[in-house]
T-cell receptor, first 114, second 114 residues
Framework: AQSVTQLDSQVPVFEEAPVELRCNYS??????LFWYVQYPNQGLQLLLK??????LVKGINGFEAEFNKSQTSFHLRKPSVHISDTAEYFC????????????FGKGTTLSVSS | DTAVSQTPKYLVTQMGNDKSIKCEQN?????MYWYKQDSKKFLKIMFS???????INETVPNRFSPKSPDKAHLNLHINSLELGDSAVYFC?????????????FGPGTRLTVL
């Protein structure tokens, strides 16, 4: 079975500061990795994903993540955050079989203040 | 252009009632999902359909019954609603192609059982 641990439930930062949201996963088989963002009272939007290839993945809104197989991590980073980045961020994994479900972490609340 | 749509967006009902949530996708995807997000924002898969066939059925009370009339629709019917069913329900869809497989989420349906 697969599992995802998001190490921080809440991350408060000031505007224009860098941020890292941590995600570790556990799986006995190869997995694909995803980060989704959920703005208040909205659905989930894909930020970025790792399927294969380069371990550094760039996504929307200036976010990037690095897949580290030895540490089973997929941390999300942004060099300079904006107030509008305030949202819930979910890390998720899926085994590399088409049509299988996402296994989500419990989410990290990113709060950006001025 | 709405990719994955759900109706209704909000649903308030009394315990014991039967209700349905509808989901439609216009992305040409062949796989659809229902996820439940609880009050702590934890997301968990409930069901998954591929080409109208049930492929994932997690441990969900049999009061919940998904129905897929065609590849573009996956509805969720809930009988005898209970207080614990209060949650946000998300529909998602994907193409069963490992090279591009990304799940796109609807805006969610917030169900409140009184």
């Amino acid at each position: 079975a697969q599992s995802v641990t998001q190490l921080d439930s809440q991350v408060p930062v000031f505007e224009e500061a860098p941020v890292e949201l941590r995600c570790n996963y556990s799986s006995s088989v190869s997995v694909y990795l995803f980060w989704y963002v959920q703005y208040p009272n909205q659905g989930l939007q894909l930020l970025l994903k790792y399927l294969s290839g380069s371990t550094l993945v760039k996504g929307i809104n200036g976010f990037e993540a690095e897949f580290n197989k030895s540490q089973t991590s997929f941390h999300l980073r942004k060099p300079s955050v904006h107030i509008s980045d305030t949202a819930e961020y979910f890390c998720a994994v899926r085994i590399n079989q088409a049509g299988t479900a996402l296994i989500f972490g419990k989410g990290t609340t990113l709060s950006v203040s001025s | 252009d709405t990719a994955v749509s759900q109706t209704p967006k909000y649903l308030v009902t009394q315990m014991g009632n039967d209700k349905s949530i509808k989901c439609e996708q216009n992305l040409g995807h062949d796989t659809m999902y229902w996820y439940k997000q609880d009050s702590k924002k934890f997301l968990k898969i409930m069901f998954s359909y591929n080409n109208k066939e049930l492929i994932i059925n997690e441990t969900v009370p049999n009061r919940f019954s998904p129905k897929s009339p065609d590849k573009a629709h996956l509805n969720l019917h809930i009988n005898s609603l209970e207080l614990g069913d209060s949650a946000v329900y998300f529909c998602a869809s994907s193409l069963a192609d490992l090279s591009t497989d990304t799940q796109y989420f609807g805006p969610g349906t917030r169900l409140t059982v009184l």
